[in-house]
């Protein structure tokens, strides 16, 4: 890694002297480590910090909670990491027009915590800890209500940008409806850091469904799961009614759960309903909401640990049954050991596997080869460096490469945002 | 290339019926929706296959000639306003249906394709499609998805953008691209797809279109209220969303329009000095119990009635009169400017006083019908063109509507578009820089600026290199860019 003559006084005349302290070892992102790390408090002191880091030619990261720092491949240098942790104001909760608008390093806990006051949230639900805002937008993350409020970029209204060379611009507003210019907030919901820093975004809300009910069922067989996701999704529930159809698959049992939010009337008759269905399947269970809130605590965890091999297989969902074929077989033959899960409603498969590291790298590998030929993607998501190393984080990406490619470099011809962490080396 | 030689290339990508070139033709094409502009286009070319299109595209880019995308223009914001010296490519006789995936719940259309028919192709198996534009019997997916249409239906499942799923795109030097996971979801990369749905043609030609389809609900109910003014009508509307409810659709019509309507379609609405339509969909048991709850909030916000649609037909009867709003106007005035705001929720009842002020001070007009539950207004400017004057003072207005929207936090458009129409006014609701930024998407697209040149955007941005000390390409450097 070459080092950069890296303007330590200049950067505390920015942000203040205690904002700019010397990284460690545990700032490494994937191994490589910055020199500093960086808390600009506002949206100028951001500007001004990448004025320099452009001018300086600094690598930057920006980081929120830290929870998605592994995400992608490892960079190829860091310099700075730019934390948006002391932006972390809410600039805006007005309940009568479901909207917030939040600075990036809001964690989602604390904005849950204040929208519920006035029986409001935003519907998105990662399972991570501590995750921010602007984290979640960089990384486009999301969790079981997917399915009925779809990801970041339909819930996202607005956005405030610093690009590399700390041009500060704002896209979109603080109206659900809105097609004036560019949408920019979606065009930056899931760059990983790489077209500029987040530094507020603004969201659409909906209101805290009153109760809730799951209904799950355990199956032996991993073949049962598709079949009865697909049941479920083309009976009367399906996007708007079910809030989220989720599975698990570990040690050759699995369940397949759907969660109910609504008000009581509702929910226990759609529940009920449910049962039948998945009646016919094996025993079924009900849990009411404060059981249910525990059994989905765990459920929605991602089925890896460090250390183990973390895949994200987008897949159409009606070809669930060859996506848990392909990882299972391909688990097999090198001897790993499986975890899954998955939004089973909208074709998202999580794999862990654990083993040694040619399995792994096999595995990941033929899993590929079968999503290219069958539509979808493979991302590795997780994966010890030595593994990280021998693979490509992203998988192929179809015709769409150049232009990717042409959007980065007019974003930040000079690459200094998080480069090489993501897609086609960006 | 001479237009002669232009002609000749046209006609052998796509036969001579495919080139329209006689100026009495092209004038067909003149105008979109919005009649104030007109240009007459050099040519018009109708492929009939995404291969055409991209030869057509290829010609331009070698050529250097700016071309223009058109669907059934209807759009209201001049966006399929041809370019002079341009080519203007139609897509209405691209207008196949390609493929209907129930399991995964997918249609891929070709971008001709009228919105309705998607519904009406997957009818039977119990889905639909679910943004619903006025314009769904005519406007096509092509133009839908350019401009990230709304509908009535739009607040409680989403916009154009929320259903495109995939697209196959001709970019402006001829390159196919395939955006978005169409299927599959959580395609790698950036969010290609969701900057190009809304973009007005700009960056690039759709020729194909992966559309989401959903279920259709089990039970819908409808109710149409009276109330006195717009008032107590924003009143209910604040009651039924302040409740928790998300109704499919909450439609506000005031005096104006409802006797416009009465006069020209007569779906026997009351007189009233505003009506809402309030639909709910969804299971059973949920909307039995929050249909209650929306009346009993109309009752408390003193409705002097409320109608219930008790079948299918008298629910159609109150969307007639919804959907015929604007086409209404021409029974009450010799011509209308439909005008397209956005207000945040709460700001509604400011923004109509204003608009009432602004009506009285310039002594035209404006009659209110607009998507109540994302405030999406639609004030419809009335006057005559016959007077001398009143055209440009109906333009006037119209703007001082929207600069009032802008005012109170909303946005100078909900689903029109810019276009042409509105490019002016983007300096009042973004910087230089906003802009700036944007148009370095567009630089990505389309450096060259040949598709569709002349829209959204007041001061186009020049593509080239920013000066800069910091150059160079690390990912050429590093051996992974083949194709810059
Ligand atoms: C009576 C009436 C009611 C309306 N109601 C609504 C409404 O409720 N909601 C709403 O949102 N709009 C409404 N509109 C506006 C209009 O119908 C929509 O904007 C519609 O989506 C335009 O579709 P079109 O096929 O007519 O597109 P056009 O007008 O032909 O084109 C619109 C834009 O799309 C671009 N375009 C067209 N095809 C493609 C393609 N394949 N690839 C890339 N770009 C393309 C064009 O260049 C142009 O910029 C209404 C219009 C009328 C006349």
Known sequence: MQTQNVPTEELQGIVGEGHVREATAEDAVDGVGPSLVVEPATIEETSEVMKLASREGLAVSPCGGGTKMGLGNPPREVDLILSTARMDQIIEHVPGDQIVRAQAGVRLEDLQEKLAEADQMLGVDPPEEGATIGGIVAANSSGPRRLRYGTVRDLIIGIKVVLADGTVAKAGGKVVKNVAGYDLSKLFTGSLGTLGVIAEANFRLHPIRETARTVFLEVDDHNKIPDVAQELTHSSFSQFVLDALEMRWERDRGVIAALFEGIEPAVVAQSSRAVEVLGSHGETRVLGEDDGEAFWEHFARRPWAAGDVGLKIGAPPADLAAVLDSIVGAAERADAEIRLSGHAGTGVTFAGFSGDEDGLVEIVEEVREIRVRRGGSVVVQEAPLAVKERLDAWGSSGDYLGLTRRVKEKFDPGYIMNPGRFLGGI | ?484
């Not at chain 2, 067909?28 to 919005?34: A, F, S």
């Not at chain 2, 009465?262 to 639909?279: R, Y």
């Not at chain 2, 001070?361 to 994302?374: I, P, Q």
């Open chain 2, 1 to 484: 290339m001479d237009r002669g030689q232009l002609i000749e290339t046209m006609q052998e990508i796509l036969g001579p019926e495919g080139v329209i070139h006689e100026r009495e033709q092209l004038r067909t094409y003149e105008c979109d929706g919005l009649m104030n502009y007109r240009v007459i286009p050099d040519l018009v070319v109708l492929p009939e296959s995404a291969e055409q299109v991209q030869q057509i595209v290829q010609t331009c880019y070698d050529e250097g000639i700016p071309f223009v995308a058109r669907g059934s223009g209807t759009g209201l914001s001049g966006g399929a306003l041809p370019v002079e010296s341009g080519v203007l490519i139609v897509l209405t006789r691209m207008r196949r249906i390609l493929e209907v995936d129930i399991p995964n719940g997918r249609v891929v259309v070709e971008p001709g394709v009228i919105n309705i028919w998607v519904s009406q192709e997957v009818a039977d198996e119990g889905y639909y499609y679910a943004p619903d534009p006025a314009s769904q019997i005519v406007s096509s997916i092509g133009g839908n998805l350019a401009e990230n249409s709304g509908g009535v239906h739009c607040l409680k499942y989403g916009f154009t953008t929320n259903h495109v799923m995939g697209a196959e795109v001709v970019l402006a030097d001829g390159s196919v691209v395939h955006i978005g996971g169409g299927k599959a979801p959580d395609a790698p990369g950036y969010e290609l797809l969701g900057a190009f749905v809304g973009s007005e043609g700009t960056l690039g030609i759709a020729t194909k279109i992966t559309l989401r389809i959903l279920r259709k609900p089990e039970a819908v109910r409808t109710l149409l209220a009276a109330f006195k003014d717009t008032e107590e009508a924003g009143g209910a509307v604040s009651g039924i969303i302040g409740g928790g409810i998300v109704p499919a659709a909450i439609e506000m019509m005031d005096a104006l329009t409802i006797e416009a309507v009465e006069k020209q379609v007569s779906p026997g609405f009351p007189e009233a000095g505003a009506i809402l339509i309030v639909e709910l969909d969804g299971p059973e048991a949920e909307v039995a119990n929050q249909f209650d709850q929306v009346i009993k909030v109309c009752e408390e916000n003193d409705a002097s009635e409320i109608r219930i649609a008790e079948d299918d037909e008298e629910r159609a009867l109150f969307w007639k009169g919804r959907k015929a709003a604007f086409g209404a106007m021409g029974s009450i005035s010799n011509d209308y400017y439909v005008q397209d705001g956005v207000v945040p929720r709460t700001e509604l009842g400011a923004v109509l006083k204003k608009i009432a002020d602004l009506s009285e001070e310039y002594d035209l007009r404006v009659a209110n019908v607009f998507h109540a539950g994302d405030g999406n207004l639609h004030p419809l400017v009335l006057y005559d063109n016959d007077t001398p004057g009143e055209a440009d003072k109906a333009e006037e207005l119209a703007g001082e509507i929207v600069f009032a929207c802008l005012e109170h936090g909303g946005s100078l458009t909900g689903e029109h578009g810019i276009g042409r129409d509105k490019m002016k006014y983007m300096p009042q609701m973004f910087t230089a820089d906003d802009m700036d930024v944007m148009q370095l998407l567009r630089c990505a697209f389309d450096p060259h600026r040949i598709c569709n040149p002349g829209k959204i955007f007041p001061t186009p941005r020049l593509c080239g290199e920013r000066p800069g000390p910091f150059h160079m390409h690390p990912v050429q450097k590093a051996g992974l860019a083949e194709n810059f």
